[in-house]
């Protein structure tokens, strides 16, 4: 009887320690929300009135992402799905469309059944009359990516509409599984949908779980995305290839291990940091092989100046090869700017006249202002402690300067939640210095408790006094109070290794990703708080630079800016085109129409308006 009372004690003491461990252990979960879709202007599907039939052929692959997140509505009746290039592992081409469980505003389906429809992407009405034969739809398509795996009783389902009938069928379904290569689904249109105004559809079953460490919160599952949808008479099911030599990875950051460093340190960082090639990937979606010239652009864009880059001239690329390519540079990023510096690198390919040009070029933009980053800017997941009992745990990131410097502060980059659960948790800001590659003796730890008031961006936390460091060094945060606090975690790059996290004793994480939290360093400029800014003086002349432009500006002004500035473009028919809060950073003009636009740069205080010409060209 003994013996069994023991066993039993044993076993919940062994039980309760393996709790109290779990729950102090750093997890990821799906998002709530997506950031990208929440910040853009997105079209309701209920309003898209476009009601002209289209002729054959029907392609989309998706290569628009760069300008938007929404699909063509050309093409496209909805706009529930999600146009990327963040989710997808080696698409058949850059850009995607994913389906998940969040609407067309980025946010989580209302629907509390347990397994939904959720995403729908549908055709506009098409012309399968007039005689035409041996009709044929295919597309590919890839479960989870850098996203939530589906299980496996969710589904991508693809359904045909009669123009006779008018009624849907499910023509192809798959079950939910882990990630795997994209794979081509081809099937044929029958003779009971040929007519004017056939339509298609894909949409995914979805399901959902309430978070047990956060109840009432539930996140974004089940991601699938989809490729190459491509329709057309005179096919057969040996019809699978596209003349499309295609670019399917994105260009990478050229500073090794990082995104963006400060400006002030890339003459110090660029001799052990710079990566010593610049490369491409890129695929034959062909049956036959072809010849193909690779270059690569670099573009100062703050003083609109542009560096070609010599390469090793054409190659041949077999029938559905995939070749990466590497060329050899020198350090390109010389500039006149004097705080911060803005790059794009621009990767393209020469092709022959029939191959498809949309998917030829592939561009990244390479940032330097006064702050280290190793994300991207784009969350895939929420990372923190798991359990109600994290007070006191602490997560640490390490960093590394290049030259002695101030850190001044530190930005971390809040997930949004579902009815905001994460405002009632708190956390100070702590600084520790490097122990041999694991966070030491700690040297600051804010006096203020924090709460995360605002959410889907990055939020900076100013260091009451600045520390000083010289070379390696962590930041981080400590629980005041127990939650899941949700941070952003970048999945496209990794930074395995330098994340740890305390719960009495220091452990390596051992997840894939990087963790959005970035130092701030450099000197610190004079803050203002809102209740004595200052008008804007009439004689402070608002800057944009570079004007004219093509991608991206950046407007400053010799005055300190604050949150009470706002600023709008118009084209020259007086056609509203961009409204934002102001900040210093760059602004995406990619979407504008070429020709003349007008900047106004309003103090929504004082009342002062500042205008200036701005000029787009492609």
Known sequence: MMTDLKKYIVSVCILVCNMLLFAQTPMLVTLDHNPVLRDQKTMSAKNNTMTDALDLPFFDDFSYYWHSSQPDQRLWMDNHVYINNHYPVQPRSNGVATFDALDYQGNIYGNTASRFPADTLTSRPVNLGGGLNNVYLSFFYQPQGHGDSPEPEDSLILQFKSPLTERWRTVWNTPGTSTHPFKQVLIAVEDEYLGNGFQFRFMNLASLENNRFNPGRRGNADHWHIDYVYMNSN????????????????????????????????????????????????????????????????????????????????????????????????????????????????????????????????????????????????????????????????????????????????????????????????????????????????????????????????????????????????????????????????????????????????????????????PVVGQRQRLVTSAEEPAMPASAEMKIYPNPASQYVRIETETIISSDYHVEIYDVAGRLSHSAQYTDEYIDVSGLEPGLHIVRLINRKSGNVQTQKMMIYR
Not at 342 to 347: A, I, K, P, Q, Y
Not at 475 to 500: A, E, M, Y
């Open 235 to 518: 096919r057969s099911d040996a019809d699978t290839a596209t003349h499309d030599i295609a670019m399917i990875e994105p260009l990478v950051s050229l500073i090794k291990g990082y995104v963006s460093i400060p400006w002030n340190q890339l003459q110090y960082a660029v001799s052990t940091l710079l990566e010593p090639r610049i490369k491409m990937t890129y695929r034959n979606n062909n049956n036959i092989d072809n010849f193909v010239y690779r270059n690569f652009t670099i573009t100062d864009l703050y003083n609109n100046v542009s560096a070609n880059i010599s390469t090793g001239g054409a190659e041949n690329i077999e029938a559905d090869e995939i070749i990466t390519f590497q060329q050899d540079i020198i350090n390109p990023f010389e500039s006149t700017s004097v705080d911060s510096a803005l790059f794009e690198l621009r990767g393209y390919l020469i092709t022959d006249q029939f191959d498809r040009k949309a998917n030829d070029t592939v561009r990244y933009l390479q940032f330097f202002k006064d702050y280290f980053a190793r994300d991207d800017g784009s969350p895939e997941s929420g990372y923190g402690f798991s359990g109600y009992n994290s007070q006191g745990c602490a997560v640490a990131n390490r960093y590394e300067t290049f030259m002695p410097d101030s850190l001044q502060a530190i930005m971390i980059y809040f997930n949004s939640t579902e009815n905001n659960v994460t405002s009632q948790y708190r956390f100070k800001i702590a600084v520790w210095r490097d122990d041999n590659g694991r966070p030491g003796e700690m040297i600051y730890l804010s006096s203020s408790e924090y709460r995360i008031e605002t959410t889907g961006k990055f939020i900076r936390f100013d260091l009451e006094d600045p520390v000083y460091v010289t070379r390696y060094f962590w930041i981080g945060w400590i629980q005041v109070t127990s939650g899941f606090l949700n941070v952003g975690f970048d999945k496209n790059n990794n930074d395995r290794g330098n994340l740890w996290f305390n719960t009495g004793l220091w452990y390596e994480d051992a997840n894939n990703g990087v963790l959005m939290v970035r």
